[in-house]
Every structure is written in C-alpha cells, then in structure tokens.
C-alpha cells in the first residue's frame, strides 16, 4: 500500500489533458476497479468508510481507493496513511484545495487507474460485496453506462414522524425496490453517487462533473448521460449503509435543502423541468408558479387542520418551488433588465 499526495500543479495538468480521460493506460489493465471517496473533516466518519472498503469479499478483483481530502484541517491524512501502510488494500490520498464535492471528485476520476470508477461517501459503509457487485453489474450489462443502488439508514434513534418515504432526498436515501431497471431519458430517476460506479470512458465523452453545481452534481451528470443517448441500472443488490446526521434530522435542515435543491435545479437545465407547453414567465415554466400556488396552500390548510407533518411536506414543495423561481428571476432580471426575456 502507497499513500500518494498530487499538487495543485499535476492536477492542474491532468484537467488540461481531459480528453485523455477514456484512454486505456497499462496501468488500468491491471486494476479493475477504482473507488474515490472524497472528504471534509470527517476522519472518524471515514475511518469507518475505509475499513467497509478494506474487507471487501473480491479476492479475484484487483481495485485502488482513491481518498481526496478536499481541503480538511483534522486528521484526514493521518487516518488514509494509517490505512494505507495497513497492507490490506491499494489505498492512495489526494489533496485537492479546491473547496466543493465536484473538485473532489473530478480529481479523484483524473488520479485514479482503472476502466471503472466507483464512488461513495465518507459517511457510507459499504457492504462486504459491494465492489465485486458493480464489477458483476457492469460486466453483465455491457449497455450500461453506469450502475447504482440502494443507500439505506443507519440512525441513532428513531425517525422524527414527519420523515416519511417524501423526505428521504435531504438524508440521501436511495431506494427504489427490489427490481433492476434502466435509468434513461425516459426514466429520469437519479442514482446518487454514496452507491455508483461508471466506465471511466463516459468521463471521456460527457466531461467530468460540473464545480459550479455545489448540489445535484450527480444528477446534472447523469442528465448529460442521458442526453449523449446513454443509461444507467439500478441494481438493488448493489448496497450501502450511510449514518444520518442528527443535524439533518431538524425541519430547518430540510427547508434549506429543498430551496437550496430548486435553485440548483434550476442551473442544471434539466429538460424534464424544462415543460413549456403553458408557457414561462421570467425564465420560470408556467407549471412550476403552479406549484408553488398549491403547495402553498396546502402548507397553510393542513396547518390549519393541525395537521403538521402534511403542512411540512407542502412546505418543502412550495420551498423547491420558491428556490427555482428565485434562481430564474435573478438569471433573467440581470442579463435583461429591460425585462423583454419575460415575453412569451
């Protein structure tokens, strides 16, 4: 085991060389998978993130964990080089300075070695056949592009009554049955990436994921997939385990998760989100005022009812709905201000 640390300057490099993401190399000949976990002073969390990943049940699989410490100040780098002198499994670090999970990320595709790329997350624990799953996945499947799954709780306590199945985006819960199917233009369901793994060359052809969605950064990717004319699989064998923050357990978690989610959906310029057909008014489609109308009054009518876990699901739709148009009306407003991007 080797712990590696790339400056600024290599990576640097690398990035300006992206088209050279999909090219076979005798070193990726060698490896089959490549897992990067990227992580922000979060050393305990990740300490148990390694260990998932070193009892892997994939004797036949020859696979690297590329660890990015995206700019950490805590003991990181101490906990990756404890496991990476441990002699159990390839582990390497990587600082990337550039704050945000796409740096994190991207510099994890542009430093590691192998044909398929795995992600998940420091706070996510991996079941024992998690690599050798997607490794399987992915070599039965050869139209796939990428494969994902389920990412079920682990908590310290019950769930507050309000988080129902509606609730899960803010805690990063993935599940969507027991059976496979394709993710598609057609299906636009997101595969998260605490639980996914792609064929290095789609980084190759679509780009690596964008830095200036600081949220939904797998989703825009996987809407440019889509657009390429490519897909995904949900694979529910395909399992991980991830802690739930106390902190996300709070309503005011939630509401700014789901304004913050409609302004980044707004950015990603997904088509399914794009529906036009009643019009738009200041770059917002016509069903999304919609929305927010209903959601807003079923936000006050249950409430009046004493109804507060229905107000609050209200709420957080008609918050999503607040952070899109939001998004919208400033893009608008500032490349026209004499307000003709308004007209129909």
Same mark, same amino acid.
């Given at each position: 085991?080797?712990?590696? #640390?790339? =400056?600024?300057?290599?990576?640097?490099?690398?990035?300006? @060389?992206?088209?050279?993401?999909?090219?076979?190399?005798?070193?990726?000949?060698?490896?089959?998978? /490549?897992?990067?976990?990227?992580? $922000?002073?979060?050393?305990?969390?990740?300490?148990?993130?390694?260990?998932?990943? =070193?009892?892997?049940?994939?004797?036949?699989?020859? $696979?690297?964990?590329?660890?990015?410490?995206?700019? /950490?100040?805590?003991?990181?780098?101490?906990?990756?080089?404890?496991?990476?002198?441990?002699?159990?499994?390839?582990?390497r670090y990587l600082f990337e300075p550039c704050?945000?999970?796409?740096?994190?990320?991207?510099?994890?595709?542009?430093?590691?070695?192998?044909?398929?790329?795995?992600?998940?997350?420091?706070?996510?624990?991996?079941?024992?056949?998690?690599?050798?799953?997607?490794?399987?996945?992915?070599?039965? @499947?050869?139209?796939?592009? =990428?494969?994902?799954?389920?990412?079920?709780?682990?908590?310290?306590?019950?769930?507050?009554?309000?988080?129902?199945?509606?609730?899960?985006?803010?805690?990063?819960?993935?599940? $969507?049955?027991?059976?496979?199917? $394709?993710?598609?233009?057609?299906?636009?369901? #997101?595969?998260?990436?605490?639980?996914?793994?792609?064929?290095?060359?789609?980084?190759?052809?679509?780009?690596?994921?964008?830095?200036?969605?600081?949220?939904?950064?797998?989703?825009?990717?996987?809407?440019?997939?889509?657009?390429?004319?490519?897909?995904?699989?949900?694979?529910?064998?395909?399992?991980?385990?991830?802690?739930?923050?106390?902190?996300?357990?709070?309503?005011?978690?939630?509401?700014?998760?789901?304004?913050?989610?409609?302004?980044?959906?707004?950015?990603? +310029?997904?088509?399914?989100?794009?529906?036009?057909?009643?019009?738009?008014?200041?770059?917002?489609?016509?069903?999304?005022?919609?929305?927010?109308?209903?959601?807003?009054?079923?936000?006050?009518?249950?409430?009046?009812?004493? @109804?507060?876990? +229905?107000?609050?699901?209200?709420?957080?739709?008609?918050?999503?709905?607040?952070?899109?148009?939001? /998004?919208?009306?400033?893009?608008?407003? /500032?490349?026209?201000?004499?307000?003709?991007?308004?007209?129909?």
């Amino acid at each position: 085991m080797t712990a590696y #640390c790339y =400056c600024t300057v290599e990576l640097r490099e690398a990035r300006e @060389n992206i088209k050279t993401v999909g090219e076979p190399s005798k070193v990726r000949e060698r490896l089959d998978v /490549s897992v990067v976990i990227t992580s $922000y002073n979060r050393a305990e969390a990740l300490r148990r993130a390694l260990e998932g990943l =070193c009892r892997q049940d994939a004797s036949k699989l020859r $696979y690297e964990v590329v660890v990015v410490d995206n700019n /950490s100040t805590d003991a990181t780098r101490a906990v990756v080089e404890s496991f990476a002198m441990g002699g159990n499994q390839e582990i390497r670090y990587l600082f990337e300075p550039c704050q945000g999970i796409a740096h994190g990320r991207n510099a994890g595709i542009l430093a590691s070695r192998a044909p398929i790329v795995a992600f998940t997350d420091d706070d996510v624990t991996v079941a024992t056949d998690w690599i050798a799953t997607l490794k399987r996945a992915l070599d039965a @499947n050869p139209e796939a592009d =990428c494969v994902g799954g389920r990412v079920v709780p682990r908590t310290d306590g019950s769930l507050p009554s309000w988080v129902s199945r509606h609730h899960w985006g803010p805690l990063a819960i993935l599940d $969507y049955g027991d059976a496979p199917f $394709y993710v598609t233009a057609r299906r636009r369901l #997101c595969l998260i990436t605490a639980n996914a793994a792609f064929r290095r060359d789609v980084f190759g052809r679509i780009g690596l994921f964008a830095p200036r969605m600081v949220a939904l950064s797998d989703n825009e990717l996987l809407v440019r997939l889509w657009r390429s004319g490519g897909q995904g699989l949900y694979v529910p064998a395909l399992k991980v385990v991830s802690d739930i923050i106390s902190d996300r357990l709070t309503k005011g978690y939630h509401r700014r998760w789901h304004q913050r989610h409609g302004h980044f959906s707004a950015l990603m +310029q997904d088509e399914a989100l794009e529906d036009t057909r009643y019009g738009r008014l200041l770059g917002v489609p016509a069903w999304i005022y919609r929305t927010a109308v209903e959601a807003g009054a079923g936000w006050i009518g249950w409430s009046l009812r004493g @109804n507060f876990d +229905q107000a609050f699901l209200h709420e957080t739709r008609f918050r999503f709905a607040l952070g899109f148009m939001r /998004s919208r009306w400033r893009e608008v407003l /500032s490349r026209d201000p004499a307000g003709v991007a308004s007209r129909p």
